[in-house]
């Protein structure tokens, strides 16, 4: 003890001797008994706070099925009102909320629920037949065997070999895509748009756009869900799904991807002018935003084509994990032209989410790292924050005339 303690003893001792209680430890036990109780006292709160939001997120959640349900069960359904549900996301917990939701934004299903048995048998049948002419049949077996029914002429042979060509290297980081099914599915839905649209063609890219389809429309007729992910399709799921359910979600997919294509149709004719103009668009975009990137860009003489190409034109399936694009397509099915014109300020708010980490590399590493942005780990609140900021771009600049210039 230092001298400061030594005098007070023979004091204390004068008035009375007693046993030392709890109280008399020393001034650092005490400290440390306090701190220890602080951070048990923090670390309760702490975990009373997160308990506490769970059920906060849980409640709203709960909120928003109930929404859902009601949207979608009405006789004849609210699509403004599904739009603005939508848009934030579509609950995925259940399979049939997201196939009916894009099917009604997607405008193939009628929003009054007296004619849409009647609609949806009509538009399966008619894609049936538009197989059996090109194809002869329908089966999944053997893709050696979709071509023997007919001869065909040199414009079907170079479309179907490129077909195949991209269907093979769709989504390659899900064994989904690389099943025999799935692949008959694909060639067959891509063949018949090519066979009824020959004044653009087939264009690469548009199996980018068939792959999200194919994904949610699939789990309508799943028998065994994973509840942790319903997008985690195995081998053994496809294999339980009867051929007449793989017809019907074949035609469902052809019919929603001949709409999305007939919105964009500019991004897939000769000389693609529509995806050259959301590129000019998006470089104005950020020239309002940050034109000290787009200047530092230029310095190093990276052209936009070089990276934002593939952004545009595949609607960055590639950038994001086919689950992520899903979650995108919610808000980009809700929002007027969320193809043809949202979608630039989804690319321009990426660039820029990224744009304070281009201004300190050199050539290489920036043209590397904006074609393979670190998008991996992004989880729903993060592309909740790049739809936010993407509507933002939207009320600021889509009235600006000189955008479009």
Avoid at 104 to 109: G, T
Avoid at 179 to 206: K, N
Avoid at 218 to 230: G, M, R, Y
Avoid at 354 to 375: I, R, W
Wanted: aromatic residues 12%.
């Amino acid at each position: 003890m230092n001298t400061e303690d030594d005098n007070r003893i023979p004091q204390i001792a004068q008035h009375q001797e007693s046993p030392r209680q709890p109280e008399d430890v020393p001034y650092s036990d005490q400290e440390s008994q306090a701190s220890t109780k602080d951070k048990e006292s923090t670390s309760d709160e702490l975990n009373q706070a997160a308990h506490k939001l769970e059920e906060i997120k849980r409640s709203m959640f709960e909120r928003r099925v109930k929404k859902f349900d009601r949207v979608l069960q009405s006789k004849v359904v609210d699509l403004d009102q599904l739009r603005s549900l939508a848009w934030s996301g579509v609950p995925p917990h259940q399979a049939g909320y997201r196939c009916k939701t894009w099917k009604l934004l997607l405008d193939y299903l009628p929003n009054d629920q007296e004619i849409l048995a009647e609609t949806l048998s009509r538009k399966r049948e008619e894609y049936t037949d538009m197989v059996e002419h090109y194809f002869g049949g329908i089966s999944y077996d053997n893709q050696q065997d979709l071509f023997k029914k007919r001869e065909m002429s040199p414009y079907e042979v170079k479309s179907i070999k490129q077909i195949r060509i991209d269907v093979y290297r769709t989504q390659p980081e899900v064994k989904l895509f690389s099943t025999q099914p799935i692949q008959i599915m694909m060639i067959r839905i891509l063949f018949t748009w090519t066979m009824r649209h020959p004044a653009s063609g087939y264009v690469q890219g548009i199996n980018d756009l068939a792959a999200p389809l194919i994904l949610v429309y699939l789990t309508e007729f799943l028998q065994n869900v994973n509840q942790d992910n319903i997008y985690e399709i195995a081998e053994k799921d496809i294999e339980e799904i009867i051929p007449d359910q793989l017809v019907k979600i074949e035609a469902d997919v052809f019919w929603c991807l001949s709409k999305l294509i007939d919105d964009v149709q500019d991004n897939y004719t000769d000389m693609q002018p529509g995806v050259h103009k959301i590129i000019n668009k998006m470089k104005k975009l950020i020239e309002q935003a940050d034109p000290e990137v787009l200047k530092y860009l230029d310095s190093l003489d990276i052209n936009f084509m070089d990276f934002a190409y593939r952004w545009v034109s595949c609607y960055l399936t590639r950038e994001f994990d086919i689950y992520q694009i899903v979650r995108l397509w919610d808000t980009y099915l809700s929002e007027e032209d969320g193809f043809s014109q949202f979608h630039c300020y989804v690319v321009s708010a990426l660039f820029l989410q990224f744009s304070k980490n281009l201004k300190e590399m050199s050539f290489q590493d920036a043209l590397l790292y904006l074609q393979n942005l670190p998008t991996q780990s992004w989880q729903d609140d993060d592309l909740n924050i790049l739809m936010a900021k993407s509507f933002e771009m939207k009320e600021l600049y889509h009235n600006n005339n000189r955008l479009y210039q």
